[in-house]
T-cell receptor, first 112, second 116 residues
Framework: GQQLNQSPQSMFIQEGEDVSMNCTSSSIFNTWLWYKQEPGEGPVLLIALYKAGELTSNGRLTAQFGITRKDSFLNISASIPSDVGIYFCAGRKTDSWGKLQFGAGTQVVVTP | DSGVTQTPKHLITATGQRVTLRCSPRSGDLSVYWYQQSLDQGLQFLIQYYNGEERAKGNILERFSAQQFPDLHSELNLSSLELGDSALYFC???????????????FGAGSRLTVL
C-alpha cells in the first residue's frame, strides 16, 4: 500500500484561483517529486526537489521540500483550464536504486 | 510524445491467460521501470532494470516477470491472469539507475489491460 498521504483528493476551482496540495509521510525521503497526469497519458514530471527546505518554481508552479523530509507541497498560482489533471507527489528514499513511492493523487478541475 | 513507447495500448483478455507488454525506453536511457496503476492502489512500483540487470523489486506478483534485453527494450509478462490484474501498466525510463539519475523518470502512455 501507499505510504504517502496526499490531500486533498480532488479540487474544483475557478479559473484564476490558486491551488495548493500537499503530501505527508511517516518516513523520511531524500527526494520529492511532483508529477501531472492527463487522461490517456503517463505522468509527466513537473518539479524535482533534492534538499530539505528547498523551494523550487516552474512557471506558475511552486513546490517545497519540507524541513522534516517527511512532507512536500505544491502550489499552482492563477490556474488556467489546461491545469486540469491529476497531480501526484512521489518520494524516493535514501537507497540508491530508483523505486519511487507515489501518493494517491489530487484531481484538479478548473472551471472557466 | 515522451519518447518511451509502450505496446499494446489496449489489451482485453480472459482470466487464466498470459500477456506480454512491451516497452522501448527513451533514447539514451539505460534504466527501465514498470509501474501498475489501478483505481484502488494508485501507482505501484513493480520492478526496475538497469542495463539488462534487475536492480529493484517492488510489489510484483510471482505470476509476473520482466526482463530487459541487450537493446534495452523491456517486456513485462503477466500470466495466470485474474480479474484484479486489470489496470494500466506504465513503463518509465531514466538515464541512469541510481541517485539523482534515477529521479527524472519519463513515462510512456501506458498499456491498459482488461481481464474479463
Amino acid at each position: 500500500g501507499q505510504q504517502l498521504n496526499q490531500s486533498p483528493q480532488s479540487m474544483f476551482i475557478q479559473e484564476g484561483e490558486d491551488v495548493s496540495m500537499n503530501c505527508t509521510s511517516s518516513s523520511i525521503f531524500n527526494t520529492w517529486l511532483w508529477y501531472k497526469q492527463e487522461p490517456g497519458e503517463g505522468p509527466v514530471l513537473l518539479i524535482a526537489l533534492y534538499k530539505a527546505g528547498e523551494l523550487t518554481s516552474n512557471g506558475r508552479l511552486t513546490a517545497q521540500f519540507g524541513i522534516t523530509r517527511k512532507d512536500s507541497f505544491l502550489n499552482i498560482s492563477a490556474s488556467i483550464p489546461s491545469d486540469v489533471g491529476i497531480y501526484f507527489c512521489a518520494g524516493r528514499k535514501t537507497d540508491s536504486w530508483g523505486k519511487l513511492q507515489f501518493g494517491a493523487g489530487t484531481q484538479v478541475v478548473v472551471t472557466p | 510524445d515522451s519518447g518511451v513507447t509502450q505496446t499494446p495500448k489496449h489489451l482485453i483478455t480472459a482470466t487464466g491467460q498470459r500477456v506480454t507488454l512491451r516497452c522501448s525506453p527513451r533514447s539514451g536511457d539505460l534504466s527501465v521501470y514498470w509501474y501498475q496503476q489501478s483505481l484502488d492502489q494508485g501507482l505501484q512500483f513493480l520492478i526496475q532494470y538497469y542495463n539488462g540487470e534487475e536492480r529493484a523489486k517492488g510489489n510484483i506478483l510471482e505470476r509476473f516477470s520482466a526482463q530487459q534485453f541487450p537493446d534495452l527494450h523491456s517486456e513485462l509478462n503477466l500470466s495466470s491472469l485474474e480479474l484484479g490484474d486489470s489496470a494500466l501498466y506504465f513503463c518509465a525510463s531514466s538515464e541512469r539507475g541510481q541517485d539523482h539519475g534515477a529521479n527524472v523518470l519519463t513515462f510512456g502512455a501506458g498499456s491498459r489491460l482488461t481481464v474479463l
